[in-house]
């Protein structure tokens, strides 16, 4: 099992970015995939949730509508648009597969999830 993001990098306040999740050694439709963050001296936080089958989404307060997370058809990527970006948006950006049992209630528990790709930087800065 394998999750790898990416498409970080620095933009200006206002600027948007698409981050990229490539699953692979797992059938990405059947799992939830959620993408946190953690920015400096900060703990990490929940942003976004697709659930299996991708019906369901769901965003922290934060972010909402301003991101949006998507699957691509090929069912093998999950994406992050990020829009109109403010600097506290600034931090690393992860994404994680939902741990096999775990209740899909409060998505944002990063304890619930059992695979992690490699952050991808996203700074927002003038």
């Known amino acids: 099992v394998q999750l790898q993001a990416s498409g970080g990098g620095s933009v200006q306040p206002g600027g948007s970015l698409r981050l990229s999740c490539a699953a692979s050694?797992?059938?990405?439709?059947?799992?939830?995939i959620t993408w946190f963050r953690q920015a400096p001296g900060k703990e990490r936080e929940g942003v976004s949730s697709?659930?299996?089958?991708?019906?369901?989404?769901y965003y922290a307060d934060s972010v909402k509508a301003r991101f949006t997370i998507s699957r691509d058809s090929a069912k093998t990527r999950v994406y992050l648009q990020m829009n109109s970006l403010k600097p506290e948006d600034t931090a690393i950006y992860y994404c994680?597969?939902?741990?096999?049992?775990?209740?899909?209630?409060?998505?944002?528990?990063?304890?619930?999830?059992?695979?992690w790709g490699r952050g991808t930087l996203v700074t927002v800065s003038s």
């Open positions: 697709t659930v299996a089958g991708g019906i369901s989404t």
């Open positions: 050694g797992f059938a990405l439709d059947d799992y939830t």
């Open positions: 994680a597969r939902l741990g096999v049992g775990s209740n899909r209630h409060n998505l944002f528990e990063d304890e619930k999830y059992d695979y």
